[in-house]
């Protein structure tokens, strides 16, 4: 049973930045993404940005692209969601969250993901 663990998030005025990052306690494998999901209030989980680590490609929502940037450490295990230029529409609960043998036409779908964080605040103010 693969544990992730997150860090970072809390408040933060418009245009100002933040770092998530997420331990997964095991070794990940080859075919796996490592990635970020959120939800806001009142809506349903939605995709973020997600790294496949065989293909060390990265991948974003059309929401975030430009402004949020992921990486990994396979090393590690970790991966860093680096968010600048936020706005009050990234306010969220956002997850980190594993995918064991995804693929790239489920990759944003949260049903692909086995594991799951425990969720850390984001809170954007204008």
């Known amino acids: 049973q693969v544990q992730l663990a997150e860090s970072g998030g809390g408040p933060v005025q418009a245009g100002g930045s933040l770092s998530l990052a997420c331990a997964a306690s095991?070794?990940?494998?080859?075919?796996?993404?490592l990635g970020w999901f959120r939800q806001r209030p009142g809506k349903e989980r939605e995709f973020v940005a997600s790294?496949?680590?065989?293909?060390?490609?990265?991948y974003y929502a059309d929401s975030v692209k430009g402004r949020f940037t992921i990486s990994r450490d396979t090393a590690k295990n970790t991966v860093i969601l680096q968010m600048n230029s936020l706005k009050p529409e990234d306010t969220a609960v956002y997850y980190c969250?594993?995918?064991?043998?995804?693929?790239?036409?489920?990759?944003?779908?949260?049903?692909?993901?086995?594991?799951w964080g425990q969720g850390t605040q984001v809170t954007v103010s204008s």
């Open positions: 969250a594993l995918a064991e043998r995804a693929i790239l036409s489920t990759l944003h779908l949260p049903t692909a993901c086995d594991y």
């Open positions: 095991e070794r990940t494998g080859s075919s796996s993404t």
């Open positions: 790294s496949f680590r065989s293909y060390g490609r990265y």
